[in-house]
């Protein structure tokens, strides 16, 4: 199941700028950091603040009606059945 991801956004702990937003495993779920990361409205490395980007419902909303990311090993493109 690939709802065991989550959406974090990471913002500048000092002028709450939207940095980047990043999926990772609900197991691998770090909300806080002692990281500082590059903030380009402060143009310093700021503490870095994590956040949960949305419910895990609306992420399934918006999963959903993305277009499917095919893996390229499902493509099959020189087989096609003849017969039906
Ligand atoms: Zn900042």
């Keep these: ?3 065991d991801e989550v959406t974090l956004v990471k913002i500048c702990g000092t002028c709450r700028f939207h940095i ?4 990772v495993k609900k197991d691998n779920m770090m909300m806080f950091s ?3 990361i590059w903030c380009p409205q402060c143009q310093s490395d700021q ?3 994590r ?3 949305g419910r895990q419902e609306s992420i399934d ?3 959903n009606s993305y277009p499917k990311a095919v893996p ?3 493509i099959t493109p020189a087989k096609e059945p003849a017969s039906s």
């Design 1 to 3: 199941m690939p709802n």
């Design 20 to 23: 980047e937003t990043f999926s």
């Design 34 to 36: 002692k990281e500082t």
């Design 47 to 49: 503490p870095e603040v």
């Design 51 to 53: 956040d949960v980007a």
């Design 61 to 63: 909303q918006e999963v």
């Design 72 to 74: 390229a090993e499902e």
